[in-house]
């Protein structure tokens, strides 16, 4: 399985991003998905997760509210959408698989390479 991640980049603060995550298999649709990021000298940490078929959210608290996450099945792809971009959202952005639904890093089995999201004051 493949994943890539792209539409990172710099932005201003208060600004918008949207994220997209392609994933070469064709059962995506069969995986839950998640979006990680990594920030210079911290853990890697989830920012959202969503079920198999989209019924299913989960939102870290620090981006309620301001993003969301989304797939298309049809086109095997998973987004995310970043309103309200703030300078501490800045960071690597991963864009993961896994069997079941979760929030764990640990819990995901296939990992992109990762886009990097850069918010200026």
């Known amino acids: 399985v493949q994943l890539a991640e792209s539409g990172g980049g710099l932005v201003q603060a208060g600004g918008s991003l949207r994220l997209s995550c392609a994933v070469s298999r064709r059962t995506f649709s069969y995986f839950s998905m998640g979006w990680f990021r990594q920030a210079p000298g911290k853990e890697r940490e989830i920012v959202a997760a969503i079920s198999w078929n989209g019924d299913d959210t989960y939102y870290a608290n620090s981006v309620k509210g301001r993003f969301t996450i989304s797939r298309d099945n049809a086109k095997d792809t998973l987004y995310l959408q970043m309103n309200g971009l703030r300078v501490d959202d800045t960071a690597v952005y991963y864009c993961?698989?896994?069997?079941?639904?979760?929030?764990?890093?640990?819990?995901?089995?296939?990992w992109g390479q990762g886009t990097q999201v850069t918010v200026s004051s």
């Open positions: 993961a698989s896994t069997r079941a639904m979760d929030v764990r890093t640990q819990g995901y089995e296939f």
